[in-house]
């Protein structure tokens, strides 16, 4: 069945970009009936969408983090990566990564078990 | 975008029913059929229980359902069970955007 799997840093220092990739395994990225996304979700707190991206490379984001926020596919490796520059201790935060249906828009049926990234010097 | 609004809390005794609201805008929650719950236990990650407002994804216990009347969504639970005590929240997709709402813990008495 279809899994994904976050990985990348635990530890970013403040005011560095903060990259993150999720490897989908069992199933193509190039679905056309999925987006796939980034969530993630403060120590203690709520959920938070990150943004979404197409398998052509078509985005969509928070606009809240938009200006610090770059979601990019790569088909050949059936992976989807996230960058957040700039970063503050505000950002640390478990992240997730999701399938998202075109059709439900905003539904993510499948997700990571997701990864934390501390921002700290 | 603001976040969804949700009750902080609610709890109920097994076999009990609850009801989680959501509220939002004509923006969002009242703008489109696209409203989202997932359940979230402890250290794990969130589970879709049901999408486009009332669907639920194959798995998921009919017990769970969901329903909106206009700019508010609900999750019900019917017959409460213990392993149904975790966080839910819901979501809308809105222009091009999703939005969360704050979650809400479920204790089970």
């Known amino acids: 069945q279809l899994q994904l799997q976050e990985s990348g840093p635990g530890l970013v220092k403040p005011s560095e970009t903060l990259s993150l990739t999720c490897t989908v395994s069992?199933?193509?990225?190039?679905?056309?009936?999925?987006?796939w996304g980034w969530i993630r979700q403060p120590p203690g707190k709520g959920l938070e969408w990150i943004g979404s991206?197409?398998?052509?490379?078509?985005?969509y984001y928070n606009p809240s983090l938009k200006s610090r926020v770059t979601i990019s596919v790569d088909t050949s490796k059936n992976q989807f990566s996230l960058k957040l520059s700039s970063v503050t201790a505000a950002d640390t935060a478990v992240y997730y990564c999701?399938?998202?249906?075109?059709?439900?828009?905003?539904?993510?049926?499948?997700w990571g078990q997701g990864t934390m990234v501390t921002v700290s010097s | 975008q603001s976040a969804l609004t949700q009750p902080a809390s609610v709890s109920g005794s097994p076999g009990q029913s609850i009801t989680i609201s959501c509220t939002g805008t004509?923006?969002?929650?009242?703008?489109?059929?696209?409203v989202s719950w997932y359940q979230q236990h402890p250290g794990k990650a969130p589970k879709l229980m049901i999408y486009?407002?009332?669907n639920r994804p194959s798995g998921v216990p009919d017990r769970f359902s969901g329903s909106k009347s206009g700019n508010t969504a609900s999750l019900t639970i019917s017959g409460l069970q213990a392993e149904d005590e975790a966080d839910y929240y819901c979501?809308?997709?809105?222009?091009?955007?999703?939005?969360f709402g704050g979650g809400t813990k479920l204790t089970v008495l």
């Open positions: 991206i197409y398998y052509s490379g078509s985005t």
């Open positions: 486009e407002v009332s």
């Open positions: 979501s809308s997709y809105t222009s091009s955007s999703v939005v």
């Open positions: 069992g199933g193509s990225i190039s679905s056309s009936s999925y987006y």
């Open positions: 999701a399938r998202q249906g075109v059709s439900s828009r905003g539904a993510f049926d499948i």
């Open positions: 004509s923006s969002d929650v009242g703008g489109y059929n696209y």
